[in-house]
């Protein structure tokens, strides 16, 4: 089983609609984190926790917002989503400082 | 702010060939380098991670090297094999516990 796992793996939404990205793992690590990934822009983080009670914003936190319901569960949610939102989006854990990526979260907003 | 680079953007190599990718950063104070490998649409898999007080690291076919006084570093593929072929990623991590930054990938091609 993976380590990583994020759900769903594919979703289309609509303009305005609200949506939920969530991310689990096995890990045990106390850090995670969520990126989104553009053709042509590599990877920008979106937001970043060290642990249940600590959330911080990344550099592209607008429109975003997050909840660490458990170590091991992160969710991110985009509450009115817009066209320009479609992208990739990754959850990460780190432990030792190495990150290791789930498998993604391909997001089409219409 | 730290700015990471690669070059080339894709890369052509027919089967057995040796190559080398590149990655260079602005910011020469980073607390550890992470080479990362991705399949189209898929995740990314950590392939090295390399301290900052360290000069490489090896895995398999694979080596990695780090030059912080010049703010580079290299992948070294020996032997490229088609199932090779994928995205690089190179990622700085510039703090303890912070997240990584991206370069924008090297696409490797490796024809039979």
């Known amino acids: 089983d993976a380590d990583v796992t994020q759900t769903p793996r594919n979703r289309i939404t609509k303009t305005g609609k609200r949506i939920m990205l969530e991310c689990s793992q096995t890990?045990?690590?106390?850090?995670m984190y969520w990126y989104r990934q553009d053709p042509g822009l590599g990877l920008q983080l979106i937001y970043y926790?060290?642990?249940?009670?600590?959330?911080n914003k990344g550099e592209i936190s607008d429109g975003y917002s997050v909840s660490r319901q458990a170590q091991a569960k992160f969710s991110l949610s985009l509450e009115s989503a817009i066209p320009n939102q479609t992208a990739l989006y990754f959850c990460?854990?780190?432990?030792?400082?190495?990150?290791?990526f789930g498998p993604g979260t391909r997001l089409t907003v219409l | 702010k730290q700015e990471v680079t690669q070059i080339p953007a894709a890369l052509s190599v027919p089967e057995g060939e040796n190559l080398v990718l590149n990655c260079s950063f602005t910011d020469s104070a980073i607390y550890n380098l992470q080479w990362f490998r991705q399949d189209p649409g898929k995740g990314l898999t950590s392939l090295l991670l390399?301290?900052?007080?360290?000069r490489e690291q090896t895995s398999g076919r694979l080596n990695a090297s780090l030059d912080k006084s010049s703010g580079r570093s290299t992948l070294y593929i020996a032997a490229s094999q088609p199932g090779d072929s994928a995205t690089y990623l190179c990622?700085?991590?510039?703090?303890?516990?912070?997240?990584?930054?991206f370069g924008k990938g090297t696409t490797l091609s490796v024809s039979s």
């Open positions: 390399i301290q900052s007080s360290q």
């Open positions: 890990k045990g690590h106390d850090r």
């Open positions: 990622a700085i991590n510039n703090q303890a516990g912070t997240a990584l930054i």
């Open positions: 926790s060290f642990d249940v009670k600590d959330i």
């Open positions: 990460a854990t780190a432990h030792n400082n190495e990150q290791f």
